[in-house]
């Protein structure tokens, strides 16, 4: 099981390319660096562009260019953009709104014992990517070794939230 969608992944190696290209690259270029399909990279700069990540400019000299430096673009911001939402589970909502249009219901929310503690998981983990900029993905140096976010993650009662307590600030 994955937790990034192949586009979505997509998505981040080509913002990844044009974050490393100030100058922008074409769908074919970008395609070619990448080893994706020039269709299926052509769709994601679309879908980028409608988002407002990317911008486009026609002609001899045209192609894509990031619309915003990837400082200022969370993780959790082009995840719920390019997946129509992220959700942990059926029963959590993308965005902390009570309901998605669109998305199925859970059958078994009634009788469900850890629908609070997966909504709280859930919740914690929007923190993380929310912490997280595109900048600090794309930076080779690997500037992303422990997000600040994970440090000041609350451990649950029973102690387990995928942090050590010895790591908490």
């Known amino acids: 099981m994955t937790l990034l969608s192949r586009k979505a992944d997509y998505a981040l190696l080509i913002l990844s390319y044009l974050h490393r290209k100030p100058v922008g690259g074409t769908a074919r270029?970008?395609?070619?660096?990448?080893?994706?399909?020039?269709?299926?990279?052509?769709?994601i700069l679309k879908e980028l562009g409608h988002h407002g990540f990317v911008q486009s400019h026609r002609g001899v000299k045209g192609g894509y260019v990031l619309a915003r430096p990837a400082d200022t673009v969370t993780l959790a911001e082009l995840l719920e953009s390019v997946e129509d939402g992220f959700r942990l589970t059926v029963c959590n909502t993308g965005s902390g709104r009570a309901t998605d249009a669109g998305h199925e219901n859970c059958s078994h929310a009634g009788a469900c014992t850890l629908k609070g503690s997966i909504a709280e998981v859930h919740r914690r983990l929007l923190a993380v990517l929310r912490s997280i900029t595109l900048a600090e993905l794309f930076d080779p140096a690997g500037g992303l070794s422990q997000p600040a976010a994970l440090l000041t993650l609350p451990v649950l009662a029973?102690?387990?939230?995928?942090?050590?307590?010895?790591?908490?600030a």
């Open 29 to 43: 270029a970008i395609a070619e660096a990448s080893g994706l399909s020039r269709p299926f990279v052509a769709n």
């Open 158 to 168: 029973d102690g387990a939230c995928g942090v050590a307590e010895t790591s908490r």
